[in-house]
């Protein structure tokens, strides 16, 4: 809709003289009051309005179905861990799962079912899962109600406002996924409450360092931390408002701004407290916290180093590790291929299927099945008394000694029967090839501690003849006729880096670990692990095990079918009511949000090229400062919450684009502003009065934004059909009801949706 009759109107208003700074203001500060007062009440009966309709829908049918939906397996679960106190591990930050534990705690929820796999029964298993589910619900009850605040707070009419959250309101992929045990409705409070927090710091910059300045400054941290905390793509988050603010402090540096240096520096430094300090101490927090709860060994144990597992309270760890001395005999295992060392009398061919010609040695092989013949005496290469109770220290040279047939390890410049690039292990009696039996203890984590452990502390053996490191995989298994489908055990040459080559000592033969350990733990409590080496460790874990979800899934997708919805995700099904829940977007919405961010960068293109022809493509100051201030901000958030996505290597889904759709309902109703309402409200920032440059005092104008009956003609079309889209959707939404074969077809939109029963 063109504003050619605006544009006239106010085109005389924006123009600026040499010697006077545009700035507006209300000229009759009683009119401005009666008008304001009347627009709150209109505003807030709106915003009340459309909120209590959010719970409605957010609400509707919850305790339905009473079974385990999607990734409620992994959520539900985490939430008893944490009322446990055991120990998990997962790929996320804490907050939102700790969020989920509290509201069980809340509602008595003990902790006891394991979520086990979906379509398990609330009913059957006690589960107050209704409690648990109002969690995520009331949070997109809350995003409904903020999705209007940030228009509002963002100078738009009530009818922007109105199209924004109703959009958000009826989508139903933002419906499906926040109100079941996920973490996704916490994810987006927490990003749309930056956003808001955001906006109201920025529209106090007129009165810096004031008490409400430095409140919604701090706000805007936590919440951005909040946000991190939920899961690691509230990094994203972090990244828009860091580009927004990068922008700020850019333009008060412009010197046409008046700060001196010293006031620059003071701005400066309150963002780094703010945007900095506070995030990074918030989110520290939340781990803090996370440890503290989780005191308890658990099924994350095997995640985490030794040194980690040994803080746990009643940690197979603590109870089983002990210092290993020269003449024990220990079996050794490698925790990557989960095999024990073994040697056994069968020997390796003379020559092999493909000509290689073999040692004929005896076989030392991997088996998953300790027995006698895994145990390996540590023997040393210097005169140490058996009397005396040495221990074995990192960079000792030993030998090993396979117990049972009394010969020493020995690796050598034959090719491995698998790898022909590595060498092969075999053994050979004491007396022979002693520098070939020689290897060096590189241990793991040696400089907290350099004595080699059971269980805690993992070791590299390294060959000194060869210059190679033990080393084992499981991609292919020796030949059943001479190896028996045994795991490969060769000589590794590039070691020093991989992870792979680490061995551990898992047990002592005839010695009891735990009850010397009990003895122990009663004379004396171990030092425990600092917080900081904690924390480092989970994140590297994490970061690790993220790049590495790359599993097969049917419902993969890749960034770029997001917002056309070219595929959805089945949640749950009943096979018997045909009932299901099938994880899609507002098919309307969603497009029309596309069309919304492609309208965008066109907009920035034109006025772009105007500017290199000394014009502007919107001639109004205030328009076009909102326009690219405002929706500009909004096309960020989108931007930082999808692109990222196309340089990920790991396993995606549909409801990763969630953010970024919730953002870009924000730009569709700030581009209905710009495009169907003629003016805008302003101003909407706290203001002081400006002197032209001549030193003369000018008043400011007011704008109001002026909605014509077209402008509520072309909303109540665009609501009418998002939420007809919504409707029509809802029992694949909802979960019910069941649809007939018919029906189901009638609802697969895209021809690549794959509804059950169609």
Known sequence: MLRNRYEQHYHALNTTTSHQKEVYYYDNEDSKKNVKSTIV??????????????????????????????????????????????????????????????????????????????????????????GLRALPASLNVCNVALMYAIMKQ????????????????????????????????????????????YIRFFKLRNKPFSASWWSWLVAAGASMA????????????????GVAATVDIWNLLDIRNGLSLRE?????????????????????????VH????????????????????????????????DIHYYDNITLFHPTTSVYLHSHEHKYPRRYENGRVGSGGQQVVGVHDPDDNSYWCVKPTKRISKDKRTPVRHGDIIQLEHVETGKHLLTHDVASPLTS??????????????????????????????????????????????????????????????????????????FIKDKTTYWRAMDVKGVDAREINLKKKEEKKEKPMSFWKKFLELQLRTISRNSGLNTPHPYKSRPLSWPIMKRGISYWRNEVTREQIY????????????????????????????????????QTVAIRQRLFRSAGFFWLLWAFHY????????????????????????LVGALFQFACIDGINTPISARIMTLSTTGNQRPFTSMKASPSYWSYLIAFTILSLQFAVFVFLAPITYGSPGLTVEQANQRKLMKSWDLAFA
């Not at 909040?226 to 408002?241: D, H, P, Q």
């Not at 060994?297 to 590790?321: C, I, K, R, Y």
């Open 291 to 322: 440890f503290a709860i989780l005191n308890q060994s658990g099924p994350g144990d095997l995640f985490m180093s030794p040194q980690f597992q040994a803080t746990l309270e009643n940690s197979p760890v603590s109870l089983l590790s002990i």
């Open 154 to 197: 963002s100078g738009y009419s009530t009818l922007a406002c109105v199209v924004s959250s109703c959009m958000y309101l009826f989508d139903n992929a933002l419906v499906a996924q926040h109100r079941l045990i996920l973490l996704d409705s916490s994810l987006v409070f927490y990003m749309l409450l930056t956003a808001y927090t």
């Open 421 to 494: 690039t590595n060498m092969e292990f075999t053994v050979v009696p004491l007396e022979e090839r002693y520098n070939e039996t020689l290897f060096k203890i590189q241990l793991d984590d040696h400089a907290n501690g350099n004595v080699w452990k059971t269980h805690m502390k993992s070791v590299k053996l390294v060959n000194i003849a060869g210059s190679v490191g033990m080393w084992t995989f499981k991609d292919k298994a020796l030949p059943l006729e001479w190896g028996f489908g045994l795991q490969e055990i060769n000589g590794k040459k590039d």
């Open 264 to 288: 620059f520096g003071k701005h400066f430094l309150a963002r780094v407290v703010g945007f900095v300090i506070v995030p990074v101490c918030v989110y520290l927090f939340w781990f803090y």
């Open 583 to 618: 994880m899609t977007g507002n098919i309307f919405g969603w497009q029309l949000g596309l069309v919304a961010v492609l309208c965008f960068g066109t907009v920035v293109i034109i006025q772009t090229l105007a500017r290199q022809r000394d014009t502007h493509a919107i």
């Open 643 to 666: 692109l990222p996505f196309f340089v990920m290597g790991r396993s995606l889904y549909l409801h990763h684009y969630l953010p970024a759709a919730a953002c870009c309902y924000l």
């Open 226 to 241: 909040m946000t991190s905390s939920v899961k690691m793509v509230g990094l994203f988050t972090v990244g828009s408002i």
């Open 41 to 130: 009440s209109y505003q807030t009966l709106c915003h009340i309005a459309i909120t209590i309709a959010g719970f409605f829908v957010s609400f509707f049918k919850i305790w339905y179905p009473a079974e385990v939906v999607f990734d409620e397996v992994h959520f539900g679960k985490f939430a008893g861990y944490y009322l446990n106190r055991t120990f998990y591990f997962d790929v996320h930050p804490p907050l939102g799962k700790m969020m989920f534990a509290a509201m069980g705690y809340l509602i008595g929820y003990s902790g006891h079912y394991d979520f086990g796999e979906i379509g398990g029964s609330y009913i059957e298993h006690k589960v107050p899962y209704v």
